[in-house]
């Protein structure tokens, strides 16, 4: 029977299943829930990625259940979890829909009228269709000192024999990292020793309501909004993944999530390391494309009867005594 290591992402799974699709399925035995996934197969291994929440008073008794919970999964033989950490900070962000007067352009940025062009002191919009960023391929023997450093395997004098030229007016519309940026990546790519790489990252922008660090009286262009981001369990997730596949400890493995920023490694695992590589889909959601097109097979869904019949028992022991689960849940 051939063993399959089984890697979750655990905000994935309950942010796609759980939470609000079948709360009455939080108590979950991941062992009996993978078994049931995967019949005719041995799980050899169970890889739960998590962070420990923190309770807040709108959720106060948030971190004591995932604790009780977190236990719970602690005596499952199979079953091992590995930590990221939450980082809460605050940050200063446009209004999606800003009111008239407030300093702020339709696009979000000040100064920046969406594609059409840059908006200067007098309000009136220059045309410029394609982007603010005018990059010109020049040749001179002079580069900026961030593009030539020797850590990325470039050699100065080769990066010397291109040159780019930003216009005094568009650098100002922009900030100076994405001047930089935008640099980088035409330079990096015209460069002999410096393949591009077409498996390239995006950038999401879409409307969430936030909570305000500090409500304002009346209605300013941006909000001061107090941000939590759970860090380190994709890294981690994409780590072990990569770590037993180069070790060859199963013969297959599985991840479980919806999320597009796994597609990279499980790429890597398949066509690299010749590992044979599912994906499994917990959310409610449309499937990923990327998750999709990197793996070997996938699940679309997961049907209600598996995690119906994946709960843990109500009263559980281990090493430190009994305790059961939260009533609430």
Request: proline letters at 8%.
């Amino acid at each position: 029977m051939p063993t399959v290591n089984i890697y979750i992402d655990g905000f994935n799974l309950y942010y796609g299943a759980l939470r609000n699709r079948w709360p009455q399925y939080k108590w979950l035995d991941l062992q009996g829930f993978c078994e049931r996934l995967l019949p005719g197969r041995e799980v050899k291994r169970i890889r739960y990625f998590t962070a420990q929440v923190r309770s807040t008073p709108q959720n106060p008794g948030a971190a004591n259940r995932q604790r009780i919970y977190l236990r719970a999964l602690a005596t499952l033989p199979k079953a091992e979890i590995r930590y990221g950490y939450f980082s809460t900070h605050d940050v200063r962000l446009p209004h999606a829909y800003p009111l008239s007067g407030g300093g702020m352009s339709e696009a979000g940025f000040p100064g920046f009228d969406g594609l059409s062009g840059l908006r200067s002191s007098d309000g009136s919009v220059a045309p410029n269709p394609v982007h603010p960023i005018n990059l010109v391929n020049l040749a001179s023997d002079k580069l900026p000192k961030w593009l030539t450093r020797t850590q990325f395997g470039i050699a100065r004098s080769e990066v010397r024999r291109w040159r780019m030229a930003i216009s005094f007016q568009e650098r100002r519309s922009l900030p100076r990292r994405d001047c930089r940026a935008a640099l980088a990546m035409t330079v990096w790519g015209r460069l002999p020793r410096c393949a591009r790489n077409d498996s390239l990252g995006k950038v999401g922008t879409r409307e969430v309501r936030l909570p305000l660090a500090n409500p304002p009286q009346n209605g300013p262009a941006t909000a001061l909004v107090r941000r939590t981001e759970e860090k380190g369990s994709d890294a981690n997730l994409a780590a072990y993944l990569l770590l037993d596949c180069c070790q060859k400890d199963c013969d297959e493995v599985v991840v479980i999530s919806n999320g597009s920023d796994f597609a990279e490694p499980i790429r890597l695992a398949r066509d690299v390391l010749q590992m044979s590589i599912g994906i499994i889909n917990p959310s409610q959601r449309n499937r990923s494309v990327q998750l999709w097109q990197a793996a070997l097979w996938s699940y679309p869904t997961i049907n209600e009867r598996v995690f119906r019949n994946s709960q843990l028992p109500r009263r559980l022991t281990d090493a430190n005594g009994t305790f059961s689960k939260p009533p609430t849940w």
